[in-house]
């Protein structure tokens, strides 16, 4: 006799969503795993490659994230010898991976 599929009340969200997935903390878009490998996530940070490009192509104004540092005109940007980004700044990581150029993109 085939199985017969349980239908369990009130747990239809739990059906929508078969694979785990991580929200962005910035845009709240849900990532699945494969996304999650195929780098358009970041775990060290819980936010999105979609909202750090946004980021990246903000100007040095609004976010430094992503941009070579400058000392003529002084520019804010990527320093590794700066305490803000080997210590301090939430998105170091993901921000020297770039620079230094373990990673292409984001
Ligand atoms: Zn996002």
Not at 70 to 90: D, H, K, V, W
Request: a positive charge; one cysteine or more; hydrophobic letters at 25%.
């Amino acid at each position: 006799m085939p199985e017969r599929q349980r239908l369990v009340p009130g747990n239809v969200s739990v059906q929508r969503h078969k694979t785990p997935q991580l929200e962005c903390l910035l845009c709240q878009r849900r990532y699945s795993f494969a996304e999650i490998k195929a780098g358009n996530y970041f775990l060290e940070t819980m936010i999105c490659a979609y909202c750090y490009r946004e980021r990246q192509r903000a100007p040095r104004a609004s976010s430094c994230f992503g941009k070579p540092g400058r000392i003529r005109p002084r520019q804010y940007g990527y320093n590794p010898r700066a305490l803000e980004c080997s210590r301090l700044c939430p998105d170091r990581e993901v921000c020297g991976m770039l620079l230094t150029g373990k990673r292409d993109t984001v």
